[in-house]
């Protein structure tokens, strides 16, 4: 894992095409848990404790059947595995693009939830938009659908 894949200091706005006006908790889906569900567990349950990485590893390796107690030699193992292949980043995850949470960044590259009729989401779109440095840059999630 050569490459650091984090954020750092950003928000990741959500979709220009998100088809919410506010947050949405996602659900699962036939019994099971979606993407935008892990993230959104990993996220608000340890709000500017993960990294983007760790978003993205914890959310493949709780989408395979492997036991939780994995020992820490072989995790680390599976986490440089994953990590050889490009990953797609959080700018593609669901929670911006159909749920309606920034997803925000603070300057060691953790990350908490943001939801999009919050004050302070506003502050850092608004900031981004009028060119004032608050010292977060604001990136959009990608859209679903080809403009």
């Known amino acids: 894992m050569a490459e650091d894949l984090n954020y750092y200091s950003t928000l990741i706005a959500v979709a220009d095409d998100c088809p919410v006006t506010t947050a949405e908790v996602p659900r699962a889906r ?51 595995e994953f990590f050889s292949r490009p990953q797609a980043c959080l700018r593609s995850s669901p929670l911006p693009k159909r749920y309606g949470w920034g997803l925000l960044f603070d300057r060691d590259g953790r990350i908490a939830l943001c939801p999009m009729e919050s004050e302070e989401y506003r502050r850092l779109v608004d900031g981004a938009r009028a060119g004032a440095d608050g010292g977060v840059r604001v990136l959009k999630a990608l859209r679903s659908r080809r403009s």
């Open 30 to 80: 036939g019994g099971k848990p979606t993407i935008a569900v892990l993230q959104y567990e990993l996220i608000s349950g340890a709000p500017y404790r993960l990294t983007q990485e760790d978003v993205l590893f914890e959310t493949w390796l709780r989408r395979q059947d492997l036991p939780a107690d994995l020992p820490g030699a072989r995790r680390a193992e599976l986490r440089k």
